[in-house]
């Protein structure tokens, strides 16, 4: 039974408007348990004038307060999608019910996927952001010896700088070209 097939209801509409607002409320959650996990601030916390490192604690308790809200909101989302549910199946016969089940779950998936590909991207760009913030790449301690472009996080990883090099008795350089060159070919490949 497709979409248009069924008989539109508030309740029907009702329905849709809950699985989706529960789709995008667990994928907030999602995104911001990862941000809390990584340290990351995400973008809506940011304010204009930056304060310095010392507020992470305020930003990332201010993140635990946006975790708990969201919380609270599926949970209030998930009461609410019960009961309209067991308002259909008292209303409606049974297999229409369960053809709007089964296309709402249809819907539910293609909106839980589709803020959760944002998500994913958005973290991605805040994780770019804060290592390009931290790490300042010194260009003379990269030599490209071949004619590939060298990919920024190789850059980024290769210029992090004498912090963390090792012992100059110990170091194989063969082995780090060969390293670099692995993972710039792989790289190059995907």
């Known amino acids: 039974m497709s979409r248009n097939e069924y008989p539109t209801s508030p309740l029907f509409r009702k329905y849709e408007n809950l699985q989706q607002k529960i789709a995008k409320e667990r994928n907030k959650r999602n995104y911001l348990l990862r941000c809390k996990k990584f340290n990351i601030v995400p973008k809506f916390l940011n304010v204009k004038p930056k304060f310095p490192p010392i507020f992470l604690l305020f930003y990332m308790l201010c993140l635990n307060l946006c975790i708990r809200n969201t919380y609270s909101q599926i949970h209030n989302l998930d009461n609410q999608i019960a009961s309209t549910k067991r308002q259909i199946n008292s209303q409606f016969p049974k297999h229409i019910s369960e053809a709007v089940f089964s296309e709402q779950t249809k819907i539910y998936n293609e909106s839980f996927t589709k803020v959760k590909s944002n998500n994913r991207k958005k973290i991605e760009f805040l994780f770019e952001k804060d290592a390009q913030k931290e790490t300042k790449i010194t ?52």
């Open 139 to 190: 260009t003379e301690w990269i030599t490209n010896l071949t004619q590939i472009k060298i990919p920024f996080s190789v850059k980024q990883i290769s210029g992090l700088g004498n912090k963390f090099t090792e012992i100059r008795k110990t170091t194989n350089y063969n082995d780090i070209i060969a390293s670099i060159e692995a993972a710039i070919f792989n790289k190059a490949e995907e």
